[in-house]
């Protein structure tokens, strides 16, 4: 892994290569330059001062810098740092010449969802750059003239000597721009037809795949493949799996961005969880020598059970020697050794007792026996995360007696759909009315409410009003899902974060008053335990955002007397699983266990059935989360340990 330089004098490539080791032989599986970075923010930096070095440089020359530009998540912090860089140090864009690659088709730019009004809202508006030089796809041509409009787009790139730089983002079906697979390598500026998967990833910005459009205009391989210089960045585990294949693949038109292996100056810029199925990251010892830390060594063991489909304790010294692990064995002696030590200290995280064992040795035991009773906090992203995530530990938290406090982050109000807030409010105008209340004024609510949905057009904002009434339905959810566990109301506290609050799935940056009213929270509470989602593939990134605040809270407090005694515990949300390498705690439900569980994740009635934003996965949340318990479980029992109807997992964090 790369030590990230820590000042901008390190902002280029090759000195943050240098500081590799093992280069060429930890590298001899890729087939594309390749730079991992711990975090995106600092990759995102990396980027955005090549693309300003390349501005500058071109117009020292007294020439036009060509740029073909992204959109998604993946660009956000680029373009961040060169809006920065525009207002702090005076970077210009008056010789920049842009290109987009791609726009949905039909679209309409002024629409929430166009590229145009992305590329707006993220860059063009904060820079000096000529309007006339932006060039974006248009989603709004008639459609007979889409073929000569998409030729002319495709001549103008040609116009002005090709692109200089393009900077790319990888979808989860490995196209580029919208070159969907199938595409072909001499492909040029056209509309195509989009993938099933890409309309699922879209359809969060679109309140649902159906309203994603089928179609979009995007350049092509061929006129990404002519530009000098490439950069694609990906960020997130979501995108390690076609990252790797990519990569470490073969060129196929299966995965179209495996064609960048044949650019002679291409980069790709991954964050860690992009990075994860890379052979150097995720099985290094195959790749050459390896460092046997023992974060490394657990990982080993566990793969190579997988591997061999053996239980620890029948590993042999031959298993080892096989698949690369020689040096590993030397080391310890011999493999029972080390089958033993690893055994243990997997068995070790397994525990019935999530806030401790009270008069129990706990030397060896995840959390510490003293005090007996714990302040636990858990904080929820959206309103259901804490019982669909640990709804089995914090039962057992309530009944061994701790106070156990749950801090609802956001509000999740735009995950509701609109003919909920009609029927609340049409309860709310009957039940005023059966109390003999005003009949008007009951009646025009419900009828005003009624009106603000049905006028609402796909894909816009509601109403201030429907946004609250989303909210209050999500929190007496929540709150139902408390009384069940058997939490008084009093321990739910409703955060309602700032940053989410923009009825869009885009967010507003996360802002002094979020991290202040975590901060409070904590203070109030001062909690010997906090349960925190480290669930980082959140495909809207509120989970991602939610953590790292109470992070930032934690460096805030870690000097206050009662931090120096509280523990952190990430736990996973929906999407995805600690590797049982990751664990540092697991708690075992028993069938009855996961059962209460699955009631108390009932009580989320606008998240069950068909939700608002269910991703590409048909499966409902609980039945999401009680496969992955199960399968923890069962990853545990073949590894040789016992055998549990389902388990949940916890990382600690260490601070
Ligand atoms: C965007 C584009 C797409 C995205 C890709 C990744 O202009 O052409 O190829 O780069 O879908 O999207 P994110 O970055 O949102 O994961």
Same mark, same amino acid.
Request: aromatic share 10%.
């Given at each position: 892994m790369i030590k990230e330089p820590v000042n901008d004098s390190k902002m280029d490539y090759r000195s943050i290569e240098h500081e590799m080791c093992g280069l060429n032989e930890e590298k001899r599986f890729e087939k594309i330059h390749t730079i991992i970075f711990k975090k995106s923010t600092l990759a995102s930096k990396v980027v955005a001062h090549e693309i300003a070095e390349l501005i500058r440089l071109k117009e020292a020359n007294n020439e036009l810098c060509i740029l073909g530009l992204a959109t998604g998540s993946s660009p956000i912090g680029v373009y961040n740092e060169l809006v920065r860089m525009h207002k702090e140090e005076g970077l210009s864009f008056q010789h920049v010449v842009t290109f987009n690659l791609d726009e949905y088709y039909p679209m309409q730019t002024n629409s929430l969802q166009s590229y145009w009004y992305f590329m707006h809202e993220y860059l063009f508006d904060h820079i000096d750059i000529k309007p006339e030089h932006i060039n974006i796809p248009n989603g709004t041509i008639a459609e007979e003239d889409v073929n000569s409009y998409c030729n002319e787009y495709e001549e103008k790139i040609t116009s002005y000597g090709g692109l200089d730089l393009q900077i790319l983002g990888i979808g989860r079906t490995g196209h580029i721009g919208f070159n969907e697979p199938g595409s072909h390598i001499n492909s040029i500026t056209r509309m195509v037809t989009l993938d099933q998967l890409t309309r699922e990833d879209a359809s969060g910005d679109f309140y649902g795949s159906a309203n994603v459009p089928r179609r979009a205009i995007t350049m092509g391989i061929g006129t990404i493949m002519k530009a000098q210089r490439v950069i694609l960045m990906a960020w997130g585990? @979501?995108?390690?799996?076609?990252?790797?294949?990519?990569? +470490?693949? &073969?060129?196929?038109?299966?995965?179209?961005?495996?064609?960048?292996?044949?650019?002679? &100056?291409?980069?790709?810029?991954?964050? +860690?969880?992009?990075?994860?199925?890379?052979?150097?990251? #995720?099985?290094?010892?195959?790749?050459? %020598?390896?460092?046997?830390?023992?974060?490394?060594?657990?990982?080993?063991?566990?793969?190579?059970?997988?591997?061999?489909?053996?239980?620890?304790?029948?590993?042999?010294?031959?298993?080892? &020697?096989?698949?690369?692990?020689?040096?590993?064995? %030397?080391?310890?002696? %011999?493999?029972?050794?080390?089958?033993?030590?690893?055994?243990?200290?997997?068995?070790?995280?397994?525990?019935?007792? $999530?806030? !401790?064992?009270?008069?129990?040795?706990?030397?060896?035991?995840?959390?510490?026996?003293?005090?007996?009773?714990?302040?636990?906090?858990?904080? @929820?992203?959206?309103?259901?995360?804490?019982?669909?995530?640990? !709804?089995?530990?914090?039962?057992?938290? #309530?009944?061994?007696?701790?106070?156990?406090?749950?801090?609802?982050? /956001?509000?999740?109000?735009?995950?509701?759909?609109?003919?909920?807030?009609?029927?609340?409010?049409?309860?709310?105008?009957?039940?005023?009315?059966?109390? #003999?209340?005003?009949?008007?004024? %009951?009646?025009?609510?419900? +009828? &005003?409410?009624?009106?603000?949905?049905?006028?609402?057009?796909?894909?816009?904002?509601?109403?201030?009003?429907?946004?609250?009434?989303? !909210?209050?339905?999500?929190?007496?959810?929540?709150?139902?899902?408390?009384?069940?566990?058997?939490? $008084?109301?009093?321990?739910?506290?409703?955060?309602?974060?700032?940053?989410?609050? /923009?009825? *869009?799935? *885009?967010?507003? $940056?996360?802002?002094?008053?979020?991290?202040?009213?975590?901060?409070?929270?904590?203070?109030?509470?001062?909690? #010997?335990?906090?349960?925190?989602?480290?669930?980082?593939?959140?495909?809207?990134?509120?989970?991602?955002?939610?953590?790292?605040?109470?992070?930032?809270?934690?460096?805030?407090?870690?000097?206050? @007397?009662?931090?120096?005694?509280?523990?952190?515990?990430?736990?996973?949300?929906?999407?995805?699983?600690? !590797?049982? +390498?990751?664990?540092?705690?697991?708690?075992?439900?028993s069938p009855d266990q996961l059962l209460k569980k699955r009631k108390a994740i009932f009580n989320h009635q606008s998240q069950k059935d068909n939700v608002v934003f269910q991703g590409s996965d048909n499966r409902e949340f609980w039945q999401r989360v009680e496969d992955r318990n199960r399968n923890t479980a069962t990853q545990y029992n073949q590894l040789g340990l016992s055998e549990y109807e389902a388990m949940e997992a916890f990382k600690r964090y260490y601070f």
């Open positions: 585990e @979501s995108k390690a799996s076609i990252v790797a294949k990519t990569v +470490e693949g &073969n060129i196929t038109h299966h995965v179209p961005a495996t064609y960048l292996q044949n650019h002679n &100056n291409a980069t790709f810029v991954l964050d +860690e969880g992009a990075s994860a199925d890379l052979k150097r990251i #995720h099985t290094p010892w195959l790749v050459g %020598s390896c460092t046997w830390d023992e974060y490394t060594t657990k990982r080993a063991v566990i793969w190579l059970c997988q591997t061999v489909n053996k239980p620890i304790l029948k590993l042999t010294d031959r298993d080892y &020697n096989e698949y690369g692990m020689n040096d590993l064995i %030397s080391s310890y002696g %011999s493999s029972y050794d080390l089958n033993i030590q690893m055994f243990n200290t997997i068995q070790r995280t397994i525990t019935g007792w $999530p806030g !401790g064992k009270p008069n129990a040795d706990d030397s060896q035991r995840p959390e510490r026996a003293n005090p007996a009773q714990k302040r636990a906090i858990i904080f @929820s992203p959206h309103p259901d995360d804490d019982v669909i995530s640990m !709804g089995g530990t914090f039962m057992r938290l #309530h009944d061994q007696g701790h106070e156990v406090h749950v801090a609802y982050q /956001t509000s999740g109000n735009i995950a509701v759909f609109d003919e909920e807030v009609v029927k609340y409010a049409n309860f709310y105008s009957e039940l005023k009315s059966f109390n #003999h209340a005003e009949n008007e004024e %009951s009646d025009s609510f419900y +009828e &005003n409410i009624k009106k603000a949905v049905l006028d609402k057009k796909p894909g816009s904002i509601d109403t201030a009003e429907v946004r609250r009434i989303k !909210g209050l339905i999500r929190r007496g959810e929540a709150r139902a899902a408390c009384r069940f566990v058997g939490i $008084p109301d009093k321990r739910a506290s409703f955060l309602d974060l700032p940053f989410y609050e /923009t009825g *869009k799935v *885009k967010k507003k $940056p996360v802002g002094k008053e979020d991290l202040e009213i975590t901060i409070d929270i904590l203070r109030r509470i001062k909690p #010997h335990q906090i349960f925190t989602a480290g669930d980082l593939s959140d495909p809207h990134g509120t989970h991602r955002v939610c953590l790292e605040l109470i992070f930032q809270a934690i460096e805030v407090l870690k000097n206050e @007397s009662w931090m120096k005694d509280c523990y952190v515990w990430l736990y996973r949300g929906a999407w995805h699983e600690w !590797g049982v +390498e990751d664990i540092d705690m697991v708690v075992p439900l």
